[in-house]
């Protein structure tokens, strides 16, 4: 198995992954997998869905030299531009691939978890667009802080069900969806937003955000004429971090997923089997899973994908983390020295790179992915930086 | 076979059905008095809930009852100590996730579960193909309970029945835990279909919660019900142990009527 | 002079342009006409334009084909999707265009006025991305109607000014814009933010926008391999559709602008002098002008570009408007149909479509400029249905 | 040369400086009596403001004087029926904004302004190249007066002086109307600049507000001021017709002493 390749017959990358479902979803599971594998080797469906990537959402986004603020940092800097997709984010690609293997299935409803809402606003999107149902679960707290988000599902015909178990965020739309999936199998498609849960899952989001990287590994050799010496993206499941590292993994680039401090799943969490895969999870000594802090609701997530899991395990990618106070500031500083408004979980990623510069070789490039634009943390933003709004 | 196999058929080869209620641990400091009351009621066996943060296949009642528990600060290793110091005289079963079991060691855990006495587990989230580690480490002192659901077929079927010990749990419906007004048309096909492919002893649950559906699904070819939601929303809602007795004895004598 | 080609010497398009301003900003104008035509004819300038465009705006944007919504109005039905370039609509275009021209003039400023807030965050955009320093003038109606905006302004690096003076709305905010602008013309480039204000500004911004039509005739031909019937657009000032129009003056194309029933200059107003220009406003009749009334911040302007009055006299495009109620239909149906949340002014162009959908022939295709995205838009739409937010 | 150019040349030649107050109109019932007092302050001429929607050169106190006016329900051609009510020894000019003019007609507007016994006008947003068509309609009878800013230079300054009628506006400064605690640099350079290109009599306005302030310009070669905000303020304030007078004189007397 090749890194970053086909998952093992057990739906493994290395130690982690696998497919803990309980046994009423293992057919559906089953049948996803097959589909996939299927579709995946169809030129039509590859035809069909970076037909629907480019011509609807906006593909290939661009990859942005960042001249300004490489300067400033002495980094030189570039951004993958995912806030440019559709929609706003990364999120759109996997849904876009997610709702076209539901037609497949002959499924007539999308059922998904959300947590910033990016991946609830792109499901409700791809529902609207392929005219499915849709309901999107999510934590009655990030309800409260993506109060935009929230409404724009809603405009697109979607219904949010709020969460009010648990942490009453990312985790606990995950269960709740899980268990709104089991009770409509046949009607419904459960469309996991990042690289998590039982296989295929994991191996499907991360092979739909391989656009991202391919694209950007094109692009910077197109630019450049070589490779980027780092390849960094923000990780809460890991999605956009997966699909990077796949255009990057064959290259000789060092791999940087970056985490939160308050869901440091890789840097803090030890191994465990929650929704529906064996990776690492925040958790207390009895395998409680702990609440995830942080500022941007996308990656307020305990557990995280158990391919970077892997890779981590296998030295290939590095995980580190931010604190909220350190986005904040990347926030700022890249809006105003690029003109570009981060989501609070891009911002980590460029966070990072800020707090790191020293630490790039001369000539070195960095490439980083920008998951999505920060349009809908308006006023979390504004609330922490005491502005109001 | 497993010791809990051999009771559970014992008694159903002698014509009784089985009666197992399931009831959440630690929900309240005198907890294991409401597991003597369901014996006292006439249960066949028990199956102990232990609070697991993501019950992702529960519904609010039980949730809610986790919550209740971990919020007064159970543990596994805790409640697992009080099992050990209650003697009940029908076998108990322990269901959670599966992560507490990962987290402690699976020998570990496989160890205190004896300790306590647990003869068999039921873990919704860990099926048959991620199963291996935790069987080697439990076999054979603890049964580890395979799932069938209401769409489980053919060779699968064949195959996870075949792997089912202690017995072997149709899930009543395609769905979560919790109370249902009416017994769902596939709680009564289920028991069916595994009987078709095997003589082990069957017991339906999810969705069974009342007196009248338990007589139905027992009435449908099932050995036994699994109760829980029913119950532990009376324990949520205060009932002394007394209720818990009467409420399993109603159980009982409705599926002796058959 | 051809139709959509140079304003004749007096800066007029037909009848309608002029320079009307105080003789204080005389030599400002003049210089930026000077400067605009040498850029303009300087294929360095024009590069630099379009290489930002491309790697930075998300330029080509995606012609899209509205299959779901074709088939529900009984319309061949294509979108233009401005909403998917960089800060979220066609005035990104021309900031860029315009920030390129104040490096070209030695300034080191950029003040603007918005409306909706559009025009304002693609000014303190281009301001961060050049390093210039930033000052938007703002109706203070608008700053509350548009509070995401006015808070990735001032994120952005930029000095918000709510003007009260007036109807506290667009015209308002040219007003004070101007005011500023005569007191630091020497460090500052006024980027006004439509086509219209003094000659050259009515050229500069079509020809800053001309790159809407362009690709979206060019797109339009390799889908189709024909010509759009009609080609439809909003008009506030009237940019995006004399960017559109541009591209299509010269084919069979039946050009519509699309204005508000409160705002309706060319369907209410008569021929006047306001804000450097001979156009078409709403007014008394004494002459004063009246405060439009739309639901659209970016559309609630009670005069319209001079070269729109012109094609309106000759004939070349027509225009017609809508209610509010009606957009906010069209940003419903939008929405639902495919997925795409419009701003409540590019919702006037689909509006319009929408309410005379019988009207097009048999085979006919419709080419509509999505200008931009609805999300600074959730609270109004909110509001507007009862939704709350 | 226009009527009115005759009268201010024969006044400069004379040796007098012009002191030239701007009051808006219709901000109060009995608005008029402020031109009067204005005359017995010692004004030369008098400039009307006619109120504007968008009074893009103005300052807030001539906005908000407007905004008052128009409040009122003022309107042009009321306003100029007021004016041909009053008798006035002095030059009337009228101040205000194109759109009103293109509105009304030219032609129409010409004579109208004529008949209420204007004599010249001030249109600051009417450049000289935008200014034919207007200037055909006015003339003779009406002078169209000509802004000179501190940044217009060569050839353009000196074809605008050229075309100025009744005299040469010099703008202070760059910037709009209201009152500056410090007289601009620019006020003092304007009116040198004009005279090194013509001997037509000008005067400076935007941003003279106080004596001190008027007696600098005509020192510095000005034949005279416009002073507009700083009594508009005034009046905003609720000043009597009296208060008008005397600040008039006061501007009077400081361009005297010289
Ligand atoms: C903009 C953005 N980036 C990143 C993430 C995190 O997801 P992932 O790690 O799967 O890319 C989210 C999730 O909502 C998001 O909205
Ligand atoms: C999305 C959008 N469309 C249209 C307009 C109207 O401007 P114009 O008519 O110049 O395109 C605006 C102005 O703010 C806008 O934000």
């Not at chain 1, 070589?226 to 993206?233: N, R, T």
């Not at chain 1, 500083?333 to 510069?357: F, K």
């Not at chain 2, 959440?24 to 597991?35: F, K, R, S």
Request: proline share 5%; hydrophobic share 45%.
């Amino acid at each position: 198995m090749s890194v970053m390749g086909h998952p093992d017959p057990t739906g493994r990358f290395g130690e982690f992954g696998g497919r803990f479902v309980p046994e009423p979803l293992m057919p559906a599971v089953i049948e996803l997998e097959r589909t996939f594998e299927e579709a995946w080797a169809d030129p039509a469906f590859r035809d069909e869905y970076h037909r629907i990537l480019r011509e609807y959402a906006g593909r290939p986004t661009p990859l942005y030299h960042a001249r300004r603020l490489s300067e400033s940092l002495g980094v030189d800097l570039w951004l993958k531009r995912e806030d440019l997709a559709h929609t706003g984010s990364h999120k759109i690609n996997n849904v876009i691939g997610q709702a076209l293997l539901a037609q497949r299935l002959g499924k007539t409803r999308l059922i998904a978890e959300t947590g910033a809402g990016q991946h609830g606003v792109a499901t409700a999107t791809a529902a609207a667009l392929f005219g499915l149902e849709c309901q999107v679960f999510m934590g009655e707290v990030d309800v409260k802080r993506q109060a935009l988000n929230v409404f724009r599902m809603q405009l697109l015909g979607a219904e949010v069900v709020p969460v009010s178990s648990g942490s009453r965020t990312l985790k606990d739309a995950v269960n709740e969806a899980m268990r709104n999936w089991v009770s409509c199998l046949e009607t419904s498609h459960y469309c996991i937003g990042s690289v998590m849960g039982p296989h295929p899952y994991p191996y499907i989001v991360r092979e739909f955000q391989r656009v991202v990287g391919e694209e950007a590994s094109i692009q910077f050799e197109a630019a450049t004429g070589k490779s980027p010496e780092w390849v960094v993206a923000c990780v809460g499941g890991g999605s956009n971090a997966a699909g990077t590292f796949a255009g990057f993994v064959d290259s000789s680039a060092r791999l940087v997923g970056v985490e939160p401090e308050g869901g440091a799943a890789i840097g803090r969490g030890v191994v465990g089997v929650v929704h529906g895969m064996e990776s690492m999870f925040l958790q207390d000594e009895f395998g409680q899973v702990e609440e995830a802090q942080s500022i941007s609701a996308g990656l307020d997530y305990p557990g995280v994908g158990p391919e970077h899991a892997h890779l981590a395990a296998i030295g290939r990618a590095s995980y580190e983390s931010v604190s909220d106070a350190e986005v904040l500031d990347a926030v700022r500083i890249l809006a105003r020295s690029e003109g570009i408004i981060p989501a609070l979980e891009s911002a980590h990623a460029v966070a990072w790179v800020i707090r790191e510069r020293e630490r790039f070789g001369d000539g070195d490039s960095v490439l980083v992915t920008l998951s999505g634009r920060g349009d809908k943390d308006a006023e979390t933003i504004a609330n922490a930086t005491g502005a109001g709004l | 076979m497993t010791g809990l196999e051999t009771k559970l058929r014992a008694l159903r080869d002698g014509g009784r059905k089985l009666v197992v209620p399931y009831l959440m641990a630690a929900t309240t400091p005198g907890w294991t008095e409401y597991l003597l009351a369901a014996e006292a009621g006439g249960a066949d066996a028990i199956e102990v809930g232990i609070p697991f943060s993501d019950p992702s296949m529960d519904g609010v009642v039980i949730q809610r009852a986790g919550e209740l528990a971990l919020g007064r600060g159970a543990n596994p290793f805790g409640i697992l100590a009080e099992l050990r110091g209650i003697s009940l005289g029908i076998p108990m079963l322990v269901m959670t996730y599966y992560n507490l079991f990962y987290r402690a060691g699976l020998d570990r855990m496989a160890g205190m579960l004896a300790e306590a006495g647990v003869e068999g587990v039921i873990l919704p989230d860990l099926p048959l193909e991620e199963a291996g580690p935790w069987i080697e480490a439990a076999s054979p002192g603890i049964a580890t309970v395979q799932l069938i659901s209401p769409i489980t077929e053919g060779e699968r079927l064949a195959r996870v029945v075949a792997a089912s010990e202690g017995f072997v749990y149709g899930v009543g419906l395609m769905g979560i835990t919790g109370e249902r007004l009416k017994l769902a048309e596939t709680a009564t096909g289920v028991a069916r279909r595994i009987k078709a492919v095997s003589d082990k002893v069957v017991c339906v649950g999810v969705g069974v919660s009342s007196p009248e559906q338990a007589a139905e699904v027992v009435a449908a070819g099932s050995d036994g019900v699994v109760v829980g939601s029913a119950l532990v929303r009376r324990v949520l809602e205060g009932a002394r142990p007394q209720v818990i007795e009467e409420f399993v004895g109603g159980l009982r004598s409705a599926v002796d009527r058959g």
